[in-house]
Every structure is written in C-alpha cells, then in structure tokens.
C-alpha cells in the first residue's frame, strides 16, 4: 500500500541491507558548539534528535575529522580518539528511539586544515601540493605515505561509527575537502599517480572507498558526497561529474551529488541555495548522474515543498531527497506531509539566519523556529497530542510497551496478536529458572495494558487490509523477527526444533541435543537444558561463541558453564542434517554430532515483508522492535516507549 498524498516520497528504501523508512533523509549538518573535549552535549544530541523526531529516515551529523591535522576548527567531533565513542553511542541511541537511522559523515580539511594547535610539527597543513592557503598558512603536498595514512584514518573513523551504532557512514569527497581537493583539476596539480588525469585525481577517494569497506565489512552502507560540478572558473563541470560518479558506482551504496566548492564565497549560494535562486536548483546534477549509474543517487539543494519532492522522486530524477536547513524551519515537514498536512508546514526561506549564528555566535538558529537551538530546555514542550485510534499489531515486549504509552497518553489503543499469549520472544524464558525476573517482565506489561484500558486482541493474525479497514489513525507494526533457518539439506527434518520447543515445563527434546548457533541465547539454553541433564553439543560458525553477550554477562556464563558438560564447537559450519545429527565442517574436516534434537539458534531476521506491508494501511504507520533490526529486550521496549510519544 502506498501513501496516498506522497507515495514515492514516502515509500521506503533498502541501502545494502538497512531500510530507510522514506527518501527524506537528513544531510550533514554539523555541531557549532561541543564539550572542552569535542564530545557532543546533551544540547547538540537533543537538537539532532528533534530533526529525528520529525519523520526523517535518516539525520547525518557532519564534519567527523578522521585525522588531528584535518580539523577546520576547534569544534569538531574527533573520530580519531575512541573517547567520542560514550556522546556518539548516545546519538545514534537518540535516533533510533524515532526508528530514524544514524549517520556520520567522515572528513578531511586538506590544506584548509586550520584548527589550532593541529598542523604537523614542522607547522605545515597537507594537502593535494606546495602551497599556501587563503589564510597564510603552508600547506605540504602529501607524500604515498600520508596518502595511505590518511586512507587509514578514514577506515578507523568508520570503525568507530559503526561500533557506536550508527547505520551508515557518510564520507565527504566534495565542496572543497580534502578528497575533494584531489579530484578537482583547479586544486590538484600533481603529475604523479595521485594528479593529472581524472582517474589519478580520483585514485585517493577509491583508496578511501576500500579501507572503508574493508574496515565495516560488505553489509554495511557507505555513502559518498560529491560535488557534481565545482561552478568554478576551470572546474570541472557536469561531463566530468558523471565521470567520476560511473568511477564510484557500485563501489558505494548511496552518490550523494552536491555542488560547488565550499570555500569560494561566489560559490557558497548555489552549493547552499539563497532565495535568490529557484528551488531545486542543483537537482539536475543528480538527474544526469542517476542516469548513468545503477547506484541508488541523492539530490539536495534548499529543497522545502514535498510537491517537488515527490516529483523528483517520481520522475526519476533522483532515488533520495537530503534537507539540512527545511529541517530547521520545520523538523515534524515529514509527518505533516505524509499525514495530509502538509499546507501546516513552516518552509525554509532560506535567509542564512541559521548560517549566521553558526559561524558568529556558535548556536543553532532559525529564523522562524523559536525551538532550533534550545530543544533541551523544550524537551517537554512540545504540542500535546489530540486522542487518536491507534491500532498496535505483535504482543511481544515492544509492542506492549507502545501500546501501553499510547493509551497512557489518551489514545484509544488496540494490540493484536496473533498466538494466543503476550510475550512474544520473551515466552521461551518461562521455565527457565534463572530467566524467571526476565519473564515476570511479561506479566508485569499485561498487568499495565489492563490498567490503561488497552483493547487486546490475541489469536488474531491482523493482516494489512484488515488493519486498513479499521479506519485507524496510527498503526504501530511490532511484530517482531522470525528465526533464520539454514539452507542445509535435511533441515526440515522433524529432529529439527525452534525455540517453541522450550515453552513447556519438560522441553520436547531428546537426550542428545545439538544448539545449531552458539551466539547469547544458543548458549543460555546449553546452561539451562545442562542443567536438566542433557548432554548439549554447540555449534557456532564463527570464531568465538556468545560473542553478541555484553563482556560482563559472557563472564557469568563462563563461570555458570565451569562445572558443566556442555561441548562448544566453534568455526565450525554446519552442512546437513542426517539420521546420526548433524554434519558439520570444521577445521579439520567433516564431522558427525549425533544428536536426537537439533535447536536452532541461529539467530533472528527482521520480518521485513509483513511490516511493509502494512506501509500506508493507516494515515500514519510506524514500525518498531525487532521487525526493523532484531536485537535486545532493552531496544524493543525503548523503541515502543518512544514511537508511542512520536504520536
């Protein structure tokens, strides 16, 4: 089902694996202010955190420096020091409670590297050549091994990023930056294999390209920002930008086509729009590029009317739609747009005042939103909610939460789901003796839906026309993961059992049960049917197992399984299902583990075709818990509290 007053700009997008929930993402914008150690505040996480709130699928936060020499300025978060890691574990946090994804973007200042105290120790800036820059300052053309160092930096940036739970890395190669220094004719006159042809010019931001990749791993999305044309005397032009876009193709999940060179003041109004240019001025960079690439093209420029974005996207001339300065003037654009409000929305009059004020004063601003700058203090001031129908389908934790806020919250709330108990994941803890606090937690949440006058619907699979026939305003899907089962011959053997098979007092396994996945919940069963005197064989693939338990909780196991029979197999793969057990290769060959059951424990994946299906089966629809990205009792419930408030 598609939105019925923009259904290409609120149709969702899948980059290498991560859902964006629509193609409004958030572009760069960057934090004029940080703690002493360049750490952000609780003040820049609750500013970015409101353009989150809003609808947008995605807020990047810009000028992540990868290396000391390539800060501009002072306040500028430092990705080369692993003490950022607790302020930017708490924004990506901050996103994710809007079920908004994550994103920084990785940078080099070059030669405009200016940040005091943080040049070489011979005093000199890098760059693409000999020179010195705009502001008097030396700058040194960088050698193969700075080349190569810097390339490194960028790798240990993105590593840091993705570990702090961030969805994508953003690297900039345009405006004027250092990648973007070497790929421009104007700026780099070298005549070895970094400079001359654009191929050379374009060699050091592949080379970054490939450290980033091998740094995150194949499944993690990599977005890159390119000036489609620099709009300078001898830059290049829009010939030369499809070029280097056809270099990048397939190499990165998302071109990002900008424009202009940031630091040439003639230039600065078209690479960040003035009112004196028309809308959507910059978009046919990104609509010739788009057509000569397969990869997924993002288009920006002072965009604020979701008409044109919707015909932007419907025509073809671009797959993603970035706003930076729209999300000031007004964050909640998205939700009034896609909920038939859009004649509500405050739009940018792109007047600088937000520029302004972050390059004099060091604060966010905006001209027409009293909000910008001060969300912190209105944290709890936002306009309150009008009671809606709201319909919450899946009982497990996350869902119960959701609905329990909402009702809470003066909304009139039903929750389906489709098994005929409330828990969902969380039932397989019921006979477990040392899971009993965890699933009292169940009995907890159905004692507060009762409470807040929740309408609970169990045995009942809502399907997404039924839920649309319901006239409902809002409709939260929670409904969960479903167990990954490996295509391995003789899987669905009928030794072959699922967690289910541990909602009872006495588990329907044999005596010699194999777990196939020795990840935290593989190997909290092996303690628990140890201690019922099964003799339990795990298997893991990878090189260690329980490696997604926190250190702390992995130790207790360690302690708990000391004394036990428990046999773990790790690096081990497992390749059939026979009449013995189970076939496995490891490193020294096949192997039979004979087994009378087999638990999988694979692990879970998101349930992405049921809880897109219900996109648009009510004028809002927001989805939560695992049905977006599986992970822990404490995301699904934070993610449920929070989508609730988003009403």
């Known amino acids: 089902m598609k939105n019925k007053y923009y259904p290409h700009l609120a149709s969702p997008i899948k980059i290498n694996g991560v859902t964006f929930k629509n193609r409004i993402f958030g572009a760069p914008m960057s934090n004029p202010e940080l703690d002493t150690d360049c750490n952000m505040r609780k003040e820049e996480i609750a500013f970015h955190e409101n353009r989150a709130r ?18 501009t300025h002072t306040k500028e978060i430092k990705l080369y020091d692993v003490m950022s890691l607790p302020s930017l574990k708490e924004a990506a946090n901050a996103m994710h409670r809007h079920n908004c994804n994550a994103v920084m973007e990785l940078a080099h200042g070059g030669k405009y590297g200016n940040a005091r105290g943080h040049s070489n120790a011979d005093g000199t800036l890098i760059g693409p050549n000999d020179e010195v820059n705009p502001e008097g300052l030396q700058v ?140 959507g001025y910059n978009v046919y960079l990104a609509s010739e590029i788009k057509k000569h ?63 302004f004020n972050y390059l004099t004063n060091r604060t966010f601003c905006c001209a027409f939103n009293p909000v910008i700058g001060n969300e912190l203090e209105n944290k709890h001031a936002f306009p309150a909610t009008t009671p809606k129908k709201v319909i919450v389908v899946g009982g497990g934790p996350g869902g119960m939460e959701a609905a329990i806020t909402a009702a809470d919250r003066g909304h009139s709330v039903t929750l389906y789901e489709k098994n005929s108990k409330l828990g969902g994941q969380l039932l397989s803890e019921q006979y477990i003796p040392f899971k009993q606090d965890m699933f009292n937690f169940v009995k907890v949440l159905k004692g507060r839906l009762e409470k807040s006058g929740v309408d609970v619907r169990l045995n009942t699979e809502l399907t997404a026309e039924q839920a649309a026939a319901e006239n409902a305003d809002v409709i939260i899907t929670a409904i969960g993961a479903k167990p990954i089962v490996p295509p391995i011959p003789g899987i669905d053997n009928e030794k072959v059992v699922g967690l289910e098979a541990l909602h009872q007092p006495t588990p329907a396994l044999g005596q010699k049960v194999l777990i196939l996945g020795g990840g935290l919940v593989g190997c909290e069963c092996a303690i628990y049917l140890d201690s019922l005197g099964k003799d339990v064989t795990i298997v893991e693939m990878k090189g260690d197992w329980a490696a997604d338990a926190y250190f702390m909780h992995k130790n207790a196991m360690i302690i708990a399984m000391r004394d036990s029979n428990i046999k773990i197999n790790v690096n081990t793969k497992a390749k059939a299902v026979t009449a013995e057990g189970l076939a496995c290769e490891t490193t020294d060959g096949e192997v039979t583990f004979e087994a009378d059951s087999i638990l999988l424990a694979a692990g879970m994946k998101a349930d992405r075709a049921v809880a897109d299906s219900f996109y648009n089966a009510a004028p809002r629809v927001f989805q939560t818990g695992d049905c977006i990205k599986p992970g822990r009792v404490v995301e699904a419930v934070t993610n449920g509290y929070y989508r609730a408030l988003d009403i």
């Open 54 to 71: 809003g609808g947008l699928a995605s807020v990047a936060i810009g000028l992540g420096i990868v290396d000391a020499i390539g800060r």
């Open 293 to 355: 690439v397969k990869t997924p093209v993002a288009t920006l420029g002072g965009l604020n009317d979701p008409d044109m974005m919707e015909e932007i996207i419907a025509s073809g001339k671009a797959d993603i739609i970035q706003v930076a300065r729209q999300s000031l003037a007004d964050p909640y654009f998205p939700e009034k747009a896609f909920s038939g409000n859009a004649d509500d929305i405050t739009r940018c009059c792109r007047c600088y005042t937000c520029f």
């Open 140 to 279: 040194r053309s960088m050698t193969d091994e700075d080349i190569y160092r810097v390339a490194d930096c960028f790798a240990e940036g993105a590593k840091l990023v993705k570990e702090a739970g961030f969805d994508m890395v953003l690297i900039h190669g345009g405006h004027g930056w250092l990648l973007g220094q070497f790929s421009s004719p104007t700026m780099n006159h070298r005549t070895d294999k970094w400079g001359g042809s654009l191929e050379n010019r374009m060699c050091f931001s592949l080379l970054v390209i490939e450290k980033i990749r091998e740094a995150v791993g194949p499944n993690y999305p990599i977005e890159f920002r390119m000036s489609g044309a620099e709009y300078t005397k001898d830059g290049y032009t829009i010939e030369e930008g499809i070029k280097m876009a056809k270099m990048l193709d397939g190499k990165v999940d998302i071109i990002h086509v900008s424009a202009g060179i940031h630091e040439d003041p003639e230039v600065f109004t078209f690479t960040h729009p003035s009112m004196f240019i028309e809308h």
